[in-house]
């Protein structure tokens, strides 16, 4: 490992340096290595505690080695993993890399397998250990030494990591959870030992009392708790590498000629070479194939295609580009071929910012320390000071340095913090396990705080109140309206779109295979229920245009009868695009239609124009509609007292339409916010003096839940966005938001209640054992009570709402 010693690189004038940092546990870590390094001069540090790195800004002269110094002087170890000193070379792709990519992630993913391990360890050996202590009828010669030969590997080698911790923080001043679970062991094991040697070593009969069990219990449930709590703050350092893995990895570069344009082969064909992205540079020119993913930022300058920018920007309908537009890497081309002049690489593309918006806001979100922390910061040396006053106390009363001892040790155990260190950890097991049962999964205990102060919820639209696909919401047919006019329309256009990827025309396809046949009743339907199955040929999709195709009933017995509107014919052209393609190609677009088109969009909808034979004849109204239970899920959240903000890049239309179906207000409906302003919202909120919970499921939404004081990802969604967030809602379910905040309120009242009576009860119970009115066995049976009243308590979570 690179160690202040063995690293003296200089780093000149402003810069930044990423460090990774190891062995840190808590926040208390995280405030000593940040007080450390912001004393440098020229150093401003922020320290990550689940991505285990710190970001440090300079604004001067600073080496390697002086950053490594401070950090080490903290009680840690780190190394410089990556330094970024002056800009690229000017228009030069520098691959965009996560916080954490290359820092500690062998080092971390060490200390899990070793903690798994030292559980293992520790529960396999607690189990003969507790028989044997707690069932009378098990008698037999060297019982209790086998105890001991099982429980000291379990205080010593399993429970080291407690230990050492405890050291750390000692030699720094300070104590931690740590300590107190480390005196508590060490204290059981010590006085354990110590009964069972003196009472071999004594000629009186009975049987020393041993507190072994409580030694192996304690450590193999917070060993349990510690594995869990690091299996949640590994996955928070996936999230950025899993938005960078969005973008493309290979570019098909094409050569361009003196003056700039691109140059095609003999064959007609663009005259390209594959590169790696990293070798894209401002001004190439790059090839991308449908199906293909963008693999930069920049402006279309040959070819019509429709862009699914779902990935980034959460919106569910592919925006369509033709020549100079600007498109946006890692999105994905969905049909034509293009011709892209990159205008942004490297770390200052879309999709880098993003991620440096989720780095930046998971760095500043400080997680809430932790009560029993505040609590041993004071608990600890108390009890230390109590326990030694009581024996010396004892020494200058009666002389007897048995009992003075006994006394003493008594204090320590009744003090010990089993209870105190199962109060978090068990409830956030059985509350996570809960939460897992009802879809909900809930990151770490810092998450709790906030679902308490939370009186703000922001809502994304698409994905979280809305399915996240379109549909078909309407038929219009101005010239001929009526079920029977609106149903054949919708055959014909539905034939032809069933032949194209687009998501609208899918949307389109299902409608038409869903929808129910005209009345047979009706005398007026009977051709329409007979007319067969359509038949398409000559199909020509136009990407960012339409669609078009001669469609043909394959039951030839019709004729050519007139039915509405002339649609009985045998054999239509069809045609399904855009009102301003349509035109273009000569249709004839009624005013009827183009009022139906002006309607649909100004409420937000998606109009699509239908022609048949040359002449507009209706349009088809798309929309994102709302999930059914979306309005009682809002309804739930205002009665948690949480206010609703409707937060879309989409247009105005669609998002009041969409906020009035769910019963959110229009003051509190924010549209057309670009992917990388959400999280300025989210900000804006919160220095309001609102404490913000922001629901999403996009890319876009990662550095928005990052920012929150309480980020729910819908499991729906991308990996990106639930592993930025606090809080997943595997349903996908936005009533599944309501019962995070209920179970993870209810969760900190638990964490709160066990603190409470863990503390309480051995505190009152002190006096008494400084007194000598209560020795070493009912102490630890004492403090065995008190553990059970803990971890009762937490149990109560099994059955929450």
Known sequence: METAHETGRRTAGTGE??????????????????????????????????????HVLLSGDVDDATLLEAVESAGYQARVTRSRRSEPRPGTAEAPRA??????????????????????????????????????????PGKLWLVAALALPVATWAAWPFHSAAARAARHGSSTMDTLVSLGVIAATLWSLWALVAGALSSGPGTPHVYFEVATVVTTFLLAGRYTEWRSKRRAGDALRALLALGAKDAELVALGPDGTPLRSDDGRWRTRSVAVSELRVGDVFTVLPGATLATDGVVVHGMSAVDTSLVTGEPVPVDVTVDDAVVGGTVNTSGHLLVRATRVGEETTLARIGRLVSQAQTGKAPVARLA???????????????????????????????????????????????LGLATPTAI???????????????????????????????DKTGTVTEGRMTLEEVVVPDAPGDKASHELLRHVAAVEALSEHPIAQAIARAGAAQSPPELGDPEHAEAANAGELEVSGFVAHPGGGVEGLVRRSHAGLGNGPGAGGMG????????????????????????????VERAETSGATAVVAALDGTARGVLVLRDPAKPTSAAAIEELRQLGLRPVLLTGDNEGAARHAAREV??????????????????????????GRTVAMVGDGVNDAAALATADLGLAMGTGTDVAMEASDVTLVRGDLRAAGSAVRLSRRTLRIIRQNLFWAFAY???????????????????????????LVVSNSLRLRHAA
């Open 429 to 459: 097991l059985v509350g996570t396990g809960r939460g897992a049962q009802l879809g909900v999964l809930i990151r770490g205990p810092e998450v709790l705080e906030e679902t308490r102060r939370a009186d703000t919820i922001v809502l």
């Open 17 to 54: 340096v990423e460090l990774a940092v190891e062995g840190m546990a808590c926040a208390s870590c995280v405030a000593r290595v940040e007080r450390k390094l912001n004393k440098v001069d020229g150093v401003e540090a922020t320290v990550n505690l689940p991505l285990e790195s710190a």
């Open 762 to 788: 051995n505190v009152a119970a002190i006096p008494l054992a400084a007194s000598g009115l209560l020795n070493p066995m009912i102490a630890g049976a004492a403090m065995a009570a008190s553990s059970v």
């Open 663 to 688: 019963g959110i207000a229009d003051d509190d409906v924010i549209a057309r916010v670009l992917p990388d302003e959400k999280a300025a919202v989210v900000a804006r909120l919160r220095s309001e």
């Open 373 to 419: 922390d505040r609590i041993s910061a004071v608990f600890v040396p108390v009890v230390l000071a109590l326990s030694a006053l009581t024996l010396v106390g004892w020494l200058v009363a009666t002389g007897d340095p048995d009992a003075a001892f006994t006394a003493a040790v008594a204090v320590l155990i009744i003090a010990c913090p089993c209870a």
């Open 569 to 596: 014919l045998n054999t239509r052209r069809v045609a399904v695009g855009r009102a301003d393609w349509l035109g273009g190609r000569g249709v004839t677009v009624p005013a009827g239609v183009t009022e139906a």
């Open 99 to 140: 916080p954490g990519e290359h820092t500690g992630h062998r080092h971390t993913e060490y200390r899990g397998a070793d903690l798994l391990r030292r559980l293992r360890v520790a529960a396999i050996l607690a189990v003969p250990v507790v028989v044997l202590s707690m069932v009378p009828a098990i008698q037999f």
